[in-house]
C-alpha cells in the first residue's frame, strides 16, 4: 500500500489543511500520511496546542497517519525543514509521492528554480550580492542571482511563503535521490503570512491574531467544528515576553552565542546587545530584525541559543519520529512499515533507546519541551 505525505504544522489546523487533505484523497485515492511538526514550529515559536491534539485533528480530517517532525528540525530554516520532512517521507517507506499547497500552482516553474537554485554559479553569485548590497538578505540576494541566471524579471513563486517550501522539497527530493513524486495544489484563500481571509479559509496567521485577541467566535468560520470545539475547551499555549528567555540570553557572551544553530556573521553582538538593552522579548526581536533579518530568522536564533542547540546538529538528519496518531487504516501502514522503514518509528521510548543518536535527539526535543512547560506553567501562575 503507498500512501500520499504531506509535511505540515497544522498551528492551528483551519479549513485550507481540510481542503488539502480532501484534494489528496481525490486525487490519489491514496491514504494519507502526515510529518507535522512537535511542540515547535518553523517560526521558531512553541506551538500553540499540543501535537497531540493537533495530530487528532488531523486524523478527523481524513489523514491516516500522523508521524512527528521532532525539535529542532521543526523548527529550522525552510531548506533543513523541508529536507528533514522528505527524509522522514521516503524513510518510514510508505509514501511514493508528496503533495504541497502553493500559491503559483506551477510544479514545472518550481521545478526550475529548484534546479537552478543547486547550480554553483547561482550560490556564488547569491555570495556576491550580499556582499555588494549590505541591505539584501539571503532571499532577496537569491531571487536576483536568480533573476539573472534564468535571465526571467519576476519569479513571483520564490516570493511566497508555500512556493518557497515547495521548492525546497523538489530540492531535497532531488539531493536525497529520493523515489517521492512530488505535485503541487493551488493553495485557496488568503496568503499564507497574511492578516486576511478568503471566504471561510484565512491564513493560520490571521487565526493566530484572532487567538491572541480571544475572537473565538469569527474563528469558526475559518477552522472545522471539531477543531473550534477544542479551541472553546483548550487554552492556546505561548509563551510572551518571558523574562527568564531574556536573561538567559543576558549571560551569553558573543563567542557562546556563535556556537549556536542559526547564529553568525554578527548576529551574535546583535543578540547580546539587545539582550541588555531590551525589558521583554518583543523589545528584543524589534531591536534586531532588518531587511536582512526576517523576524522568523531572529526568533529561530534566540530559541536555538536558549536550548542550547549547537550548529553540528543542522548538518544532521532526524533518526526517529514519533506515532502522534492513525486510524485503522494507518494502523494498517505502520505494519508494513516494520518491513519497509529504515528510520525508527516510535511508540514508546523504549523503541528509541535501541539507537544511541536517537536517543541523544529525542532528549534534546524533550528538554525542550519540558523547558518550555516549566516556563508556560510559571506564565501562568503570575
Not at 190 to 208: D, F
Request: proline share 3%; aromatic share 8%.
Amino acid at each position: 500500500m503507498h500512501a500520499c505525505g504531506i509535511i505540515c504544522e497544522y498551528n492551528p489546523f483551519h479549513n485550507g489543511h481540510l481542503f488539502q487533505i480532501d484534494m489528496a484523497k481525490q486525487k490519489f485515492g491514496l491514504p494519507v500520511v502526515c510529518v507535522m511538526s512537535g511542540d515547535f514550529v518553523q517560526r521558531g515559536e512553541y506551538a500553540l496546542y499540543d501535537k497531540g491534539i493537533r495530530a487528532n485533528w488531523a486524523i478527523k480530517a481524513g489523514a491516516n497517519l500522523v508521524l512527528e517532525l521532532p525539535f529542532p528540525y521543526s523548527s529550522m530554516t525552510a531548506e533543513i525543514f523541508a529536507r528533514s520532512g522528505v527524509a522522514l517521507l521516503e524513510q518510514s517507506g510508505l509514501c511514493d509521492r508528496i503533495l504541497f499547497g502553493s500559491e503559483s500552482d506551477d510544479l514545472d516553474m518550481l521545478t526550475t528554480i529548484a534546479k537552478a537554485d543547486d547550480n554553483a554559479d547561482v550560490k556564488t553569485r547569491v555570495v556576491e550580492i550580499q556582499k555588494s548590497n549590505r541591505s539584501y538578505g539571503f532571499a532577496k540576494a537569491r531571487q536576483k542571482a536568480l533573476e539573472e541566471f534564468l535571465e526571467e524579471k519576476d519569479f513571483k513563486g520564490i516570493q511566497t511563503p508555500n512556493d518557497i517550501l515547495g521548492i525546497e522539497y523538489i530540492k531535497a527530493i532531488h539531493r536525497s535521490k529520493s523515489n517521492l513524486k512530488p505535485f503541487c495544489i493551488k493553495r485557496e484563500g488568503a496568503s499564507h503570512h497574511s492578516g486576511e481571509s478568503g471566504g471561510n479559509i484565512a491564513s493560520a496567521t490571521h487565526i493566530r491574531s484572532l487567538l491572541r485577541s480571544n475572537s473565538l467566535q469569527e474563528i469558526k468560520n475559518y477552522v472545522p467544528e471539531w477543531v473550534y470545539e477544542d479551541m472553546q475547551s483548550t487554552p492556546y499555549r505561548e509563551l510572551s515576553d518571558n523574562l527568564a528567555i531574556l536573561c538567559a540570553l543576558m549571560l551569553l557572551s558573543p563567542a557562546e552565542l556563535k556556537e549556536y544553530a542559526e547564529i553568525g556573521g554578527g548576529l551574535e553582538f546583535k543578540i547580546s546587545k539587545a539582550a541588555k538593552e531590551s525589558d521583554t522579548l518583543s523589545e528584543l526581536y524589534e531591536k534586531i530584525k532588518n531587511k536582512s533579518l526576517t523576524d522568523a530568522k531572529v526568533r529561530r536564533a534566540v530559541l536555538f541559543a536558549f536550548l542550547k542547540v549547537e550548529k553540528e546538529t543542522m548538518k544532521q538528519m532526524p533518526l526517529y519520529t514519533n506515532i502522534l496518531a492513525f486510524d485503522e487504516t494507518g494502523r494498517e501502514l505502520l505494519k508494513q512499515a516494520k518491513d519497509k522503514s529504515s528510520i525508527i518509528l516510535a511508540s514508546r521510548i523504549a523503541d528509541i533507546k535501541k539507537n544511541e543518536k536517537a536517543f541523544s535527539q529525542f532528549q534534546l526535543a524533550e528538554r525542550a519541551k519540558n523547558v518550555f512547560e516549566k516556563l508556560q506553567l510559571n506564565q501562568l501562575n503570575h
